[in-house]
């Protein structure tokens, strides 16, 4: 079979988690010897690469300014860059070009925000089978980002975003099948009328790091809590802070908090967690996580936004290390209140602080026990699945 799979950025370029999932699609679709297509944005020179079964096209999309630049611009420059974005005629008509050049069985579609938002019509006039992926609420809110306590404000339920709405949900269309990795995402989605004639499913995303698997390097005077992922706003970063700052307080030694990651408020995080014992590692590559969890006792999920399946879930729980989360969409179906996960109310400092203190007080239990992750079957699953939603599509 042959794929075609289109992502606004595509590894080494990457902002989050989707890239990253997407890459991990690629991979294992070539390893069982499919052709695979892909067609993505850059920042840097358009250029065609052959890597194996897979190639790639790297085409840039002549906006203002590139997808992952976002946070350097104002709301203004935003809005201008998110209009053209929706509306990129030359860029849609040049995948269409590539797509019929190539003449995949099937095109699966991701994120497209920082693309063009009119690449689905392309795909529907040359009658190709269209299979799209969800991962999180850039359909409904261009940022990608709905704080929970601020969900029903005018911000997000005003005009503005109504009308964004009602665009995107026609310029997408109802592609064969749209497969949410999250039973949040797909609910919704169906709640604000999109794929209306869509068969949507949901898959959770693959395990996209391989034998993470390495036990613990004991260390019995420290307990270790993780941090990984965007140093932004949204992502709870200063919760967490907070809450170990509390935490501190109350056990004086013995515990420290690890970062790991990059983003705007990088400064900020770190004078304030002066005088804490918090380590900022800064971002680290995907081959060195497995070292970084073989150290740490407990990860730390503290969004503040909707999430719809975390990676760093998923890569905690294969490594053996349980986790504390938000209570929130998309995270708490992921987490069960057990001896592998607990949930605590999202932006509340005091309440995730309540939970780091009850499982440093099981210190002695988590050092002698590391939880065993789960079989890695769940890829083989993933990849039947997916085959069988592509031959769907092209039934339909």
């Given at each position: 079979m042959k794929i075609a799979i289109i992502n606004n950025i595509y590894p080494p370029e990457q902002r989050g988690g989707a890239e990253v999932v997407v890459k991990g699609i690629v991979d294992m679709l070539s390893d069982a010897g499919h052709s695979v297509v892909v067609i993505a944005g850059t920042s840097g020179e358009e250029r065609i690469q052959d890597e194996g079964r897979v190639r790639i096209y790297r085409l840039r999309p002549r906006n203002i300014y590139f997808y992952t630049d976002a946070k350097n611009h104002?709301?203004?420059?935003?809005?201008?860059?998110?209009?053209?974005?929706?509306?990129?005629?030359?860029?849609?008509?040049?995948?269409?070009?590539?797509?019929?050049?190539?003449?995949p069985d099937v095109v699966h579609t991701h994120n497209l925000i920082g693309?063009?938002?009119?690449?689905?019509?392309?795909?529907?006039?040359?009658?190709?089978?269209?299979?799209?992926?969800?991962?999180?609420?850039?359909?409904?809110?261009?940022?990608?980002?709905?704080i929970k306590s601020f969900e029903n404000t005018w911000r997000y339920r005003g005009l503005p975003t109504r009308i964004y709405s009602a665009i995107l949900r026609y310029l997408m269309g109802s592609p064969n099948v749209v497969i949410s990795p999250s039973?949040?995402?797909?609910?919704?989605?169906?709640?604000?009328?999109?794929?209306?004639?869509?068969?949507?499913?949901?898959?959770?995303?693959?395990?996209?790091?391989?034998?993470?698997?390495?036990?613990?390097?004991?260390?019995?005077?420290?307990?270790r809590f993780l941090y990984l992922?965007?140093?932004?706003?949204?992502?709870?970063?200063?919760?967490?802070?907070?809450a170990f700052r509390i935490l501190s307080?109350?056990?004086?030694?013995g515990v420290e908090l690890i970062v790991v990651g990059a983003g705007s408020l990088e400064e900020r995080a770190r004078q304030m967690a002066n005088s804490l014992n918090?380590?900022?590692?800064?971002?680290?590559?995907?081959?060195?996580?497995a070292d970084i969890f073989s150290t740490v006792d407990v990860t730390v999920v503290p969004s503040?936004?909707?999430?719809?399946?975390?990676?760093?879930?998923?890569?905690?729980?294969?490594?053996?290390?349980?986790?504390?989360?938000?209570?929130?969409?998309?995270?708490?179906?992921?987490?069960?209140?057990?001896?592998?996960?607990?949930?605590?109310?999202?932006?509340?400092?005091?309440?995730?602080?309540?939970?780091?203190?009850?499982?440093?007080?099981?210190?002695?239990?988590?050092?002698?026990?590391?939880?065993?992750p789960p079989a890695p079957s769940s890829n083989n699953d993933?990849?039947?699945?997916?085959?069988?939603?592509?031959?769907?599509?092209?039934?339909?």
């Amino acid at each position: 079979m042959k794929i075609a799979i289109i992502n606004n950025i595509y590894p080494p370029e990457q902002r989050g988690g989707a890239e990253v999932v997407v890459k991990g699609i690629v991979d294992m679709l070539s390893d069982a010897g499919h052709s695979v297509v892909v067609i993505a944005g850059t920042s840097g020179e358009e250029r065609i690469q052959d890597e194996g079964r897979v190639r790639i096209y790297r085409l840039r999309p002549r906006n203002i300014y590139f997808y992952t630049d976002a946070k350097n611009h104002n709301a203004l420059v935003r809005l201008v860059w998110n209009f053209y974005g929706m509306f990129n005629y030359p860029l849609a008509r040049r995948v269409r070009r590539i797509l019929e050049k190539e003449k995949p069985d099937v095109v699966h579609t991701h994120n497209l925000i920082g693309l063009s938002f009119l690449i689905p019509a392309q795909i529907r006039a040359l009658g190709l089978a269209h299979v799209h992926t969800v991962h999180d609420v850039q359909l409904v809110e261009p940022s990608a980002i709905i704080i929970k306590s601020f969900e029903n404000t005018w911000r997000y339920r005003g005009l503005p975003t109504r009308i964004y709405s009602a665009i995107l949900r026609y310029l997408m269309g109802s592609p064969n099948v749209v497969i949410s990795p999250s039973k949040f995402l797909r609910s919704f989605y169906s709640a604000r009328g999109f794929f209306r004639k869509s068969q949507f499913e949901m898959l959770r995303n693959p395990i996209t790091l391989k034998a993470m698997w390495r036990g613990r390097k004991p260390d019995t005077n420290v307990f270790r809590f993780l941090y990984l992922g965007q140093v932004e706003e949204h992502k709870g970063i200063m919760t967490l802070i907070e809450a170990f700052r509390i935490l501190s307080g109350e056990v004086s030694s013995g515990v420290e908090l690890i970062v790991v990651g990059a983003g705007s408020l990088e400064e900020r995080a770190r004078q304030m967690a002066n005088s804490l014992n918090i380590k900022f590692l800064g971002y680290k590559k995907r081959d060195e996580l497995a070292d970084i969890f073989s150290t740490v006792d407990v990860t730390v999920v503290p969004s503040l936004c909707y999430e719809n399946s975390p990676t760093v879930i998923f890569e905690s729980r294969l490594s053996g290390v349980p986790i504390i989360a938000s209570d929130i969409e998309g995270v708490a179906e992921l987490i069960e209140n057990d001896d592998s996960g607990w949930l605590f109310k999202a932006g509340d400092a005091v309440d995730l602080a309540v939970k780091m203190r009850t499982v440093f007080s099981l210190r002695e239990t988590l050092h002698r026990k590391r939880i065993v992750p789960p079989a890695p079957s769940s890829n083989n699953d993933f990849h039947i699945n997916l085959l069988s939603f592509y031959r769907s599509a092209g039934n339909k």
